[in-house]
């Protein structure tokens, strides 16, 4: 514990982090406009730090990007955090592994979620990373929209959760949203955001080929995720 | 009012807004060609910049912009305006709190005015722009097609918003044509004009996944329409 | 009369121009690989220039060029002239006020001619240019195949505008193969190349979300190609 | 064979070729994140070279390549070999004259191999380089799945290939997986695996276009594959 890092420099790293972080999701093309937000968690600390609300890409520094503790109150900022953040609350409390989200509206991702369609695991591609499909929530009532809108979004994608794994499905589907990403830190966060459009695409492709096509067996699926995530991996240089 | 602007420097500030606009437009890729425009209203003087016809976007200049008053008299210009200036002038006239137009024909926004199909709010990146569908015109007949057809292409939008509130649906579609998007100023049109574009692609890839999709019920559509535009907005730095 | 270029420099400007044409061809994306190639004619002197075969368009200069008669014969070259010029010089010997032909396999353009439809002029993009559909031809039989195939595809071409104007419709799918286009020049021919790819973008993209489509009607159709390209034309800056 | 090179040279050029080629897959777009991988042979050495498991294009050198034998024993290399390394080798030992094998997840063509279809021969694009369709390997069995899954995947392109001409039909489709391309080196292995991808993106555009679309006539297909690799061949410089 003596080479932990001090409190100060591992939230600067943090803020560094989250701020290629938000320029990546931008510049890989996952998030036009300003769809698109990505944070990080010091577990230790409590504290979160995202992009504030708004802001165009071009503009974000570390030094202007917001830090909260878990319950969203603003520790240090000039500026309002994204208006999603309490999604990212309510994710980081339930799901206790994760260190990073990454929230876009890029394109074929949420097609699928404005189709209502969770993402079939049509290939080895999908089952790399992902070890079934890649959820998507049920629909909000009324009552869940008209007020805490965000953090019951939260809610309802920890409700599909149940009985899953979210480092074995590192991502969902907000129905008629968009996609949120998630992982080991707000890094691989973005990495999955940016994995999440590509099988959308891949599969927004396949179906227009074959509109009849079933998820690929439970045995390839298993053997491709577990070669690179699993006990025995063998892909990459572990 | 003192520190109103004198005239001829706020006409100058027009005149270089209107051709930041009219490159954006080719540089987002909205209008490829020669297809597409953007103009800019001073409402106090009631004077029209928009981009000469025809002239490559890599020739523009503030300078060789052309300047008519809402009638489509030329102010001071050596060469020809857009030949759509007047769908511009008639939009101008119709909807009071518009500083700009544009036009383009962005390639999934024309395909849903080619199809003949208004985009439907399938998601809540439409509704935080759109407080419904992106309308579409109907069909101009013969007598409005052959004699003062660009004129009678801004009445068929004008009809078309009968009732609708032209800044809570900031664009149109005209049918078998192509969209045209407005704003406070011509930079927020030229912005729509990539929204619409947006939306269109979105709207796209979704029916290919589901075609049998609807639109987002009303409180999902409102509530991001509304945390962005309405009185208790509470998205960006507000 | 006297103002006329000398034979030498008249040339000189020929080869330069069909060099840009090629190479623009390939930096427009319309052809991959080596799959496209342009040509330009001196009507005066019956001497065409084209790219030579399966070089790759990083390495074409004016000098590289291949010049041939009307009837193919080699006027100077060491390489071989594009295994498409028959092609080429069947449609510079029909279509007398031509004075450029480019062909690719630009993508879109290609899925209709493989898929055996013709373009149908669906919206006002399209009829700013086509004066009607893009013609697909009709199949090649096994006589015409087996010998002298590219002038045989020549031939399907020109008996595909039997009774069409080649100025009002500047190009063609051949059916199975891809798209031609020409022009007054080998730089028009170039344009229309772009144009066709982009009018098969939007009516692939417009039968995706409306597969029941008719064409738009004549009296809008005319009033488009008229506005640009009849005699009261009254777009750009003539 | 006094003009031979060196051992030493020849495999520093295999090197050199294997590096430049996996970059080029990426820099091509056929390979995103790190899916995908080259590889070239030295026959007379009966040594492969090939990309390292998971290391990044950026990253990737002449040295940091990894150099096997024919059976996967490694010749000198501090990093492990792609897990896809059997399936080359195996194709190396059945495939007697090809020198390079190029793998992707390119969009189009995996999108094919997702939906289980061979890509049929649609047009003389892909009749320039297959002399019939892309064919695709039929689904293993749990057993293949479970051990040695990768060398079973060669061996399912293999069993797919009997009776068929490797060198006429120089890719396949594994189904549900993706395509493998090859050549008479690597260069030519990733040059193929554009072309498969560009073959892929055609027919899905033309299905969408019209879903009953045949092949095109034997003698058609033939004309164009041999007027480019026939005996008789007549296109490019030679």
């Not at 309002?80 to 994710?91: A, C, G, I, Q």
């Not at 980081?92 to 991702?109: C, E, L, N, P, R």
């Amino acid at each position: 514990m003596s080479t932990k890092k001090s409190g100060k420099s591992s939230l600067t790293a943090l803020r560094n982090a989250v701020c290629r972080a938000n320029i990546e999701l931008y510049k890989r093309g996952l998030a036009h406009f300003t769809f698109g937000n990505a944070s990080g968690i010091d577990r230790e600390r409590g504290l979160v730090v995202i992009k504030p609300s708004g802001v165009p890409y071009s503009k974000l520094t570390p030094a202007n990007l917001v830090m909260t503790d878990l319950d969203g109150n603003i520790v240090s900022s000039k500026l309002k955090p994204s208006s999603d953040l309490p999604t990212h609350l309510v994710l980081y409390k339930a799901f206790k592994d994760i260190g990073g989200v990454a929230h876009t509206h890029s394109q074929y991702a949420t097609a699928w979620a404005q189709a209502w369609r969770e993402i079939p695991c049509l290939g080895t591609t999908h089952a790399d990373y992902f070890d079934g499909s890649v959820p998507i929530t049920r629909a909000m009532d009324r009552a869940e929209i008209v007020a805490d809108y965000e953090a019951n979004t939260g809610k309802a994608i920890v409700r599909r959760f149940e009985g899953l794994d979210p480092l074995k499905r590192p991502g969902v589907l907000v129905g008629a949203h968009a996609p949120f990403a998630w992982g080991r830190d707000v890094a691989a966060a973005v990495e999955m955001a940016a994995i999440i459009e590509e099988v959308a695409t891949l599969a927004h492709h396949t179906i227009a080929v074959n509109p009849n096509v079933q998820p690929i067996p439970d045995v390839l699926r298993e053997k491709h995720f577990n070669r690179k995530h699993g006990p025995g991996a063998y892909y990459g240089q572990r």
